[in-house]
DNA sequence: GCCGTTTTCGGCCCGACTGTTTTCAGTCG
């Protein structure tokens, strides 16, 4: 783990403990709101501190929501390793107690109270209080929250994590094609992270309006997928729905991963506040706040229903007044001076900021892949198949990169092998038309950062992916020495998913960023986004990172299959996630300047 | 604990739903 994903998750209990504590709500946030700005933080924060000598707790309070005791409390972490205060925080409360803060429903109130006047220490201490009825002492606590509580512990036992959102976006679709058919429904749409094209998704939210809000809420409540109607109101339900446990090659979920249902809300929305809502229930929580600010600032006050003027009493939609926008998103951007900001940078982190839209890459940009197997190693597509599905897409080049000779369980080519298949492309290109298939590698960089192939080998190749698949857990400082030396290398094009994690799998390698893409920058040397929903490496934060570095970033599907050319989408999120530009992405080159840059490399 | 073109103190987004209550606290997003 790196120092800021070690400090986020620190920052992130202390807010816990501090709430279970009953202590000032107002610092628990501070604290939860420093842990997830440290967590996307793209310079290491150890660096910062190393770098800085006196000046670090200035130069850290520069830092939106780093304030002078956060940051003496990083430079404490990165001088000493430890939070005196964590350590301290978590000697008062029982080490049991936290983990039931991730059971739905049961919130730091309910914790405190089952704690202090329960003697509830731990799941199992909950657990005996239920099936005593003690439970039933507690304030506020009868019989039908006891039973929610059950189904909650039940749900939670699971093993509850976010689902990918390669996983989430399909279920979203059906739900949302399925509700577009029932009676009355005028618009409907996906929201919440999904729409802002998060690699994970906690809950899909999805918008309605229609004439007929009971017609759609029994269509949505009563779907055969729905495991579990958690609430059911005039504007709002609330279901849990079963989900496929299909990851593509990498097998289906094991037991107690991602679990077996996810939330849905529906929300039904009048037509008149559409934009409003559509907005609000974009989110980010911290964009939505800030945005709120913005408007309070201005004398106006932001919710689900429009923008409105601030008379200082809540629930201005509920007393008959007119809003000064709501019917489209547009128009709440307009009234509040600032240009539309699309969804995927929605996490306030500058955009706010912003003059005008920028222009980010699309899908509709992207012309050539860079980065595909075939059944010559482990694949489902003869070179053939590859390049027409490629052509299909639209695409002017595909590049075919099997796995080398280290990655066995892959099928990975012995150097005779690769050469007899670099034949075999050239072939295929001579003879197939409207594509130009590239042979190359999707080459190991083995632990110590040489390649798999000689040189002599890979400079035969017009195209050389060098990727991470083996020696993942090895230590940050091993692992940028290991890349460096894979950018640094005259022949590779692109760094293949740079990390190798997978997402709710496995961590993967936890280089330093910054000094990578200045490397690669210097080198010419692509980053690869690897659309893979499994994958999506680099993730968002690096490739805004990468971007400002002024590296090249490459979004690729890794296509295995026909279908993995659909991922591109999520690659691309990803990257606009990243704030990438078109330009900064080689895929969206013509063919003319994409292939001059690959031979500039032999 | 953070933050500040009306503030260095006094704020900190706003509403729906539920279950427990006789008017609202807790949780969630």
């Known amino acids: 783990m790196s120092v800021n994903a070690e400090l986020a998750a620190a920052f992130g209990e202390i807010a816990k403990l501090i709430e279970i504590l009953g202590q000032d709500k107002f610092r628990a946030i501070a604290h939860d709101k420093a842990s997830r700005i440290i967590e996307a933080y793209p310079t290491d924060l150890k660096t910062i501190v190393a770098g800085s000598g006196a000046d670090a707790r200035k130069r850290l309070t520069e830092i939106e929501g780093v304030g002078p005791k956060i940051a003496d409390k990083i430079i404490e972490y990165c001088t000493k390793g430890r939070v005196q205060e964590l350590d301290e925080l978590r000697a008062e409360v029982p080490a049991g107690l936290l983990p039931l803060m991730q059971i739905p429903g049961l919130g730091p109130k309910t914790l405190h109270a089952l704690w202090k006047e329960g003697g509830v220490k731990d799941l199992a201490g909950l657990k005996k209080a239920i099936e005593s009825g003690r439970i039933l002492e507690l304030p506020r606590m009868g019989e039908k929250s006891v039973q929610k509580l059950k189904e909650s512990i039940a749900l939670a036992e ?65 779907a055969d997928d729905v495991v579990q109607v958690i609430s059911a109101g005039e504007t709002r339900s609330s279901v849990r729905v079963r989900i496929g446990g299909d990851a593509g090659r990498w097998g289906a979920l094991q037991e107690g991963q991602a679990g077996p249902s996810i939330q849905v809300d529906l929300k039904i929305i009048p037509e008149a506040s559409w934009g409003a809502a559509l907005y609000y229930f974009t989110g980010s929580k911290d964009h939505n706040v800030a945005v709120r600010q913005r408007s309070l600032d201005r004398g106006w006050t932001l919710n689900e229903y429009g923008l409105f003027e601030d008379d200082g009493k809540a629930e201005p939609h509920k007393r008959g007044l007119k809003p000064i926008a709501s019917r489209t998103e547009d128009d709440i951007f307009k009234a509040l001076g600032l240009p539309f900001i699309p969804p995927e940078l929605r996490e306030n982190r500058g955009e706010l900021s912003l003059k005008s839209t920028p222009r980010l890459v699309e899908v509709g940009d992207v012309r050539a892949e860079l980065h595909a197997h075939t059944t010559e190693s482990d694949g489902e597509l003869i070179i053939e198949e590859l390049a027409r599905e490629a052509k299909h897409r639209g695409f002017h080049t595909i590049a075919v990169t099997d796995h ?12 005779e092998r690769l050469r007899e298949h670099i034949k075999a492309v050239r072939a295929a290109d001579a003879w197939i038309e409207g594509i130009s298939i590239l042979p190359g590698s999707e080459v190991d960089i083995l632990s110590d950062g040489s390649l798999d192939y000689d040189d002599e080998l890979l400079a035969q190749l017009d195209v050389v ?56 920058k210097a080198h010419n040397v692509a980053m690869e986004i690897n659309a893979h929903w499994m994958r999506l490496d680099l993730r968002d934060h690096h490739v805004r990172a990468a971007v400002e570095a002024g590296c090249l970033i490459a979004i690729d599907c890794d296509v295995h299959a026909v279908d993995d050319f659909d991922c591109l989408r999520y690659g691309v999120m990803t990257g606009r996630r990243g704030w ?23």
């Open 158 to 222: 699971q093993g509850e994590t976010r689902l990918p959102l390669g996983m989430a976006m399909p279920i979203a679709e059906a739900i949302v094609a399925k509700l577009r058919s029932a009676k009355g429904v005028e618009r409907i749409a996906f929201a919440g992270s999904l729409r802002r094209g998060k690699e994970t998704i906690g809950d899909i939210d999805i918008l309605v309006s229609t004439s007929d809000p009971d017609a759609v809420g029994a269509v949505f409540r009563g």
């Open 404 to 415: 080398s000779k280290s990655s066995v369980i892959a099928g990975g080519l012995t150097p």
């Open 465 to 520: 992916v060098a990727s991470p698949h083996a020696a993942l857990s090895q230590d940050p400082a091993t692992a940028t020495r290991r890349l460096l030396r894979a950018i640094e290398h005259p022949m590779v094009h692109i760094i293949g998913h740079p990390t190798g994690r997978l997402i709710n799998r496995r961590a993967g390698l936890a280089p330093d960023m910054a000094e990578l893409f200045a490397a690669a």
């Open 580 to 602: 990438l530009p078109p330009e900064q992405c080689i895929n969206t080159w013509d063919k003319k300047k994409l292939h001059a840059w690959l031979r500039s490399k032999r």
